[in-house]
C-alpha cells in the first residue's frame, strides 16, 4: 500500500443490521485500519446489535440514538431524516476526516449533503442494481443516482451493466469494484463426502426479492423423486420465517425444509452442502453465491437483473438459469441432483473462479480509489 499514515477515513451506514452491504463496510473498516489509515466507522443511527467482527483499530460512534430502523413508525423516520444531516454535518467539522466512504442509496444521500456542506471528498458505494428499487422509493432513488451522485467525487459500483446501462449515460464518476469474499477459499471439492442438502441463504423477510416463494414451489416439484434431499435456509427474519414454515407446508414439505437461523460460521457450514441455490428477482452482486462458491458449493441461479452472470460462466463453474424461468431452473437442478461427477467439476471451478473476488484484490482497488479521489482533490 502507499496509504499515507493518519489518513483519517471516516465510512458512514445508516445502521448495522445482517446485510451484505453491512457486511462489506465493517471488512472495509477493519481493511482499511489494516493498511494504515485512521478509521472511524460512523453509524448514523446507533445499533442495538453488531452481527460482523469490528476491528479494535476501528473506532466505532454512533451519531444518533440507538433505534431499531426496520420496525420504525413514519414519525420517527421523518424525524431522522430532518436531523442526519446536521448530526453529519456537525460529525465532520468536529473530526475533519480526509475522505468519506459512504454505503447504500439512502445513507449516500445524506453522506454527499454533508460533505458538500463540510467541503470533505466523498466516495458512495451503491449495493444494488440501479433498477432497484421499484415504486415510489425507486422514485427516490432514480433523483438520488441521477441529480445528486454527481455531487460525489465517485461511485462505486458492482456491476459493469449498472455503469453502462445508467451511470455512464449521466455522466457519473464511477467505477466497477465487486465486493470482497469474506471467506478464505476452500480446498474441498470433494462432493462426495457432503450432505445431501440444496441450500440458500439471505433475509428471510426478503421473500419476493429473495424469490423464497418460488424455491420452494420448484423444490416441491422436485423433492418427491428425490427423497433424500433436504432444502435448508440460512438467514434470520421472523415474519419471513412463519410464511415459509407455512408455504412449505402447505407444499408438503415441511419434513424436507430446514431452517438453520442466524450462522455464525457460515463458511463451515457451506463447506458441508453439495449444492448452492439463487432464486432471486433481483440483486446487486450477491455476496452469498460468491462465498458459496468460495467454499465448492455447486451453484445454480436464476440469470437475474443483475450479479449473477457477473460472477457465474454458466456451464464451466456453475450454471445460470433464464430469469424465473421455473421449468428450466427444475430440470437444471435434477442434472446437478443426478450426477455428482458434475458437481465435483463446479465446484472445483467455482473455488478458483472466487479468488477474483479476494479480499486482498479488492482491498488494493479500494485504496486506488482513495489515493487518486484524494489526490484529485
Keep these: 500500500y502507499d496509504s499515507k499514515l493518519n489518513m483519517k477515513v471516516t465510512i458512514f451506514i445508516g445502521t448495522m443490521i445482517h446485510g451484505g452491504a453491512h457486511r462489506v463496510a465493517c471488512i472495509q473498516a477493519n481493511e482499511l485500519a489494516k493498511a494504515g489509515y485512521e478509521v472511524t466507522l460512523a453509524l448514523v443511527v446507533g ?167 418460488t424455491l420452494l414451489s420448484i423444490f416441491a416439484k422436485i423433492s418427491k423423486d428425490y427423497p433424500e434431499w433436504k432444502l435448508q435456509f440460512a438467514g434470520t427474519g421472523d415474519k419471513g420465517k412463519s410464511k415459509l414454515v407455512q408455504m412449505a407446508k402447505d407444499f408438503g414439505i415441511s419434513d424436507k425444509v430446514e431452517f438453520l437461523g442466524n450462522i455464525k460460521q457460515l463458511n463451515l457450514i457451506l463447506q458441508k452442502k453439495s449444492i448452492f441455490i439463487l432464486t432471486s428477482r433481483n440483486e446487486g452482486l450477491p455476496m452469498a453465491l460468491i462465498e458459496a462458491m468460495s467454499q465448492g458449493n455447486a451453484c445454480i441461479a436464476f440469470d437475474c437483473k443483475t450479479g449473477p452472470s457477473d460472477i457465474i460462466r454458466n456451464g464451466i463453474d456453475g450454471i445460470l438459469v433464464e430469469d424465473q424461468n421455473i421449468d428450466e431452473m427444475c430440470v437444471e437442478l435434477r442434472k446437478l441432483l443426478d450426477n455428482i461427477g458434475l458437481r465435483s467439476q463446479y465446484s472445483h471451478e467455482a473455488v478458483t473462479n472466487s479468488l477474483l473476488f479476494s479480499k486482498q484484490r479488492i482491498v488494493n482497488k479500494w485504496n486506488a480509489l482513495i489515493q487518486e479521489t484524494i489526490s484529485d482533490r
Design 47 to 213: 445499533s442495538h446489535t453488531y452481527p460482523y467482527h469490528i476491528s479494535e483499530d476501528v473506532k466505532v460512534v454512533e451519531l444518533l440514538p440507538k433505534e431499531d430502523l426496520e420496525f420504525s413508525n413514519l414519525k420517527s423516520k421523518l424525524r431522522r431524516k430532518i436531523i442526519s444531516i446536521p448530526a453529519m454535518v456537525k460529525y465532520l467539522n468536529i473530526n475533519k476526516p480526509d475522505i468519506v466512504l459512504s454505503h447504500i442509496q439512502s445513507t449516500n444521500r445524506e453522506s454527499i449533503i454533508s460533505c458538500k456542506i463540510s467541503s470533505v471528498p466523498i466516495i458512495v458505494f451503491e449495493h444494488t442494481s440501479h433498477l432497484l428499487p421499484k415504486g415510489k422509493l425507486g422514485t427516490i432513488a432514480y433523483f438520488d443516482r441521477r441529480y445528486l451522485y454527481r455531487f460525489a467525487d465517485k461511485v462505486a459500483l458492482l456491476t459493469s451493466f449498472d455503469k453502462e446501462k445508467f451511470y455512464d449515460l449521466y455522466n457519473i464518476n464511477s467505477v466497477v469494484i465487486p465486493n470482497p469474499c469474506s471467506f478464505e477459499p476452500s480446498n474441498g471439492f470433494n462432493q462426495s463426502g457432503r450432505e445431501k442438502v440444496i441450500i440458500t441463504v439471505g433475509d428471510l423477510n426478503r421473500i419476493e426479492i429473495k424469490g423464497w416463494d
